[in-house]
């Protein structure tokens, strides 16, 4: 059985804010990630198609880099919900945050047919930012490693 | 009329390795980063669909960070071509790489109706090591920068 998320922090963003690619559940062409705690860590789990490959065999950078974007924004939203009180079941609406800054090291090749699994570990470096490391692993054989600053979304965001 | 590349190093990379998603010419359902010289700079344009939303209105950053990923692995091939003796039009093949890290930072919100151009600036920092430091830009406005490290991909990759 792929391993799934019960309670993601995407389920509970707003309408007008679920289209992402990476992560919204309102995109029908999207990845649809996904991202819990795991105790005081959280995680997405992601099982690639045959067309996300780099070189035949394995998956390919933009997307691991994309798993790593989402998971980062995802897993700052949980943390300051959590701060606020809140748990991805409470009928609350979560802060969305956007990206500042990634980075990403490719330590390995990773293949395809696995399903890939995010895992980070969050600090709060600002009331409005937070830094999270993250651990990206196929099949428990860590493949890469990111970091993401994300940011609490300004009002108005584009406007 | 939209912009393009004429002389693209993908398209003289071995079919073995032109299947990735984001610049392989032989994967049907990927995006077809095509990257090629300018003077001494790279440049890759790219049109993104309305599926790949951020917020609406707005680029996904994995889409950023893909095009930055293959803007630098094309450009440190175009580079160390060149330092070879040979440009995308011969009939020789290129040198493949592969990204050994990447980093972005999102410095405005992407509009989703522009056409995209990443700019690549290249630093030999190895003999088979290339640093790609790239600008993205929306309709002439810059919207993100980019660093790739780029590393030949060796002998017998993920086998």
Not at 15 to 43: I, K, P, S
Not at 67 to 75: A, E, M, P, R, Y
Not at 80 to 92: S, Y
Not at 136 to 154: L, T, Y
Request: negative net charge; glycine residues 10%.
């Amino acid at each position: 059985m792929e391993k799934q998320i019960k309670h993601a922090i995407q389920d509970q963003y707003p309408n007008d804010v679920a289209y992402c690619y990476g992560c919204g559940r309102l995109n029908d062409d999207g990845h649809h990630f996904r991202t819990g705690w795991e105790g005081d860590q959280t995680v997405t789990y992601f099982k690639p198609e045959a067309e996300h490959t780099a070189i035949p065999g394995f998956v390919y950078g933009g997307l691991i880099a994309s798993l790593i974007d989402c998971h980062g924004t995802g897993s700052a939203s949980l943390a300051l919900h959590r701060k606020n009180g809140h748990e991805p079941l409470d009928d609350v609406t979560p802060p969305r945050f956007v990206t500042a800054s990634l980075e990403v090291k490719y330590l390995k090749p990773t293949p395809i047919e696995a399903t890939l699994k995010a895992v980070g570990t969050i600090e709060e470096i600002h009331p409005k930012k937070f830094k999270v490391i993250i651990e990206v692993f196929a099949d428990d054989v860590q493949c890469a490693s990111g970091e993401v600053i994300a940011a609490v979304m300004p009002e108005g965001f584009g406007k």
